[in-house]
């Protein structure tokens, strides 16, 4: 019986996840790995290595500075199917070049900091587009030698190997997640209101404490002061225990790639991690620790105008006191 077309396309989306899945699994290049991810964590960066993951902007920076060397080789592409403006690819082949090493060493940083599965994809990712900057050298040393036919054909060979880590790049960010906020479901799972967790005497001083509110993992640390605080248990940077974390200067640190965040409000102090913890508003009733999550400004006027509406049809007298 002969295949139509549509199956031999799901035949060959099939091949190529695949591909991709029994790359996630390989581990011969683990030893390679190993030895690379040691060598970009030594890099002697200091707060540039939170610079370069991103943190001041909210998620990885990586996607973003892609976009010149990307954008400069594809426009590159375009103007040598016209005869005549070998001059203006050229230049755009170096701007390309010059800015494809920055955008390389923020995704070493980000790439030291992944899981191994990521990590295996992350490396041929690496090597596709370090091909691509090779092919592009090439093409822009031909160019300059007044070789432009060879010069294009670098080019759209080193186009090709981009298009290559591009697609390796896609499946790393969205079916791999590296580059997601790991906690961004909380706000939307966990419902308004308080809810308890326990009573005051089952958390220890200092001990970072693990409960569940609507079957989302909180992390709970009471002071001995007898201030409580509670984030979200999962990090945000890949989901990493917090509560099996070290606790020291109101601070909670991930024991999986090290990322800090300040208890009082989850605040990311310092990465890999991009974005902060959901945190939540503590309090005592009856011997027992209540948590609301912390609403921003205009969710807390919505989340208090709830209440209120709650309130008045529960005790109609409420409305005239509200009033």
């Known amino acids: ?13 099939s091949r190529l996840l695949w591909l991709l899945d029994r790359l996630e699994r390989e581990p ?3 030893a390679v790995i190993d030895a690379v991810r040691k060598g970009v964590r030594a890099l002697p960066l200091g707060d540039r290595r939170d ?3 991103g943190r001041w902007l909210g998620h990885p920076v990586h996607p973003l500075m892609v976009q010149v060397p990307i954008g400069s080789w594809l426009s590159a592409a ?3 199917l016209y005869p005549g403006r070998s001059r203006e690819a050229g230049l755009l082949v170096g701007v390309g070049l010059a800015s494809a090493g920055p955008a390389a060493l923020a995704g070493w940083v980000d790439w030291a900091e992944l899981h191994r599965r990521q990590q295996r994809v992350g490396l041929v990712h690496a090597l596709a587009n370090s091909a691509a900057v090779g092919l592009y050298a090439a093409s822009l040393t031909c160019r300059v030698r007044g070789r432009h036919a060879t010069g294009r054909a ?9 298009a290559l880590g591009g697609m390796l790049g896609g499946h790393l960010a969205y079916r791999q997640a590296s580059g997601a906020n790991h906690a961004e479901e909380v706000p939307h799972v966990v419902t308004q209101g308080w809810h308890r967790i326990g009573p005051v ?3 220890p001083a200092g001990r970072p404490v693990r409960r569940s509110v609507d ?7 009471r002071e001995a002061g007898g201030a409580i605080h509670a984030l979200a248990e999962r990090c945000s940077h ?8 070290a606790v020291s200067d109101g601070c909670v640190q991930c024991p999986w790639h090290g990322s800090v965040f300040r208890l009082s409000d989850g605040w990311n102090v310092r990465g890999p991690a991009t974005a902060p913890q959901p945190s939540f508003e503590t309090r005592i009733a009856d011997g027992h620790v209540e948590i609301r999550l912390r609403q921003r400004d205009g969710d807390r006027q919505t989340h208090d105008g709830v209440e209120a509406r709650q309130r008045r049809r529960e005790d109609p007298e409420v409305h005239g006191r509200d009033s």
């Open 201 to 203: 005497a089952d958390f």
């Open 215 to 221: 079957d989302v993992p909180v992390l709970v640390v």
């Open 78 to 80: 375009v103007l040598d």
């Open 154 to 162: 670098y080019g759209f060979l080193g186009l090709t190997a981009v």
């Open 28 to 30: 011969r290049a683990d």
């Open 51 to 53: 610079l370069l993951h």
């Open 238 to 245: 890949l989901a990493g225990p917090l509560s099996e974390g």
């Open 1 to 13: 019986m002969s295949t139509t077309p549509r199956r031999r396309s799901r035949m060959r989306q």
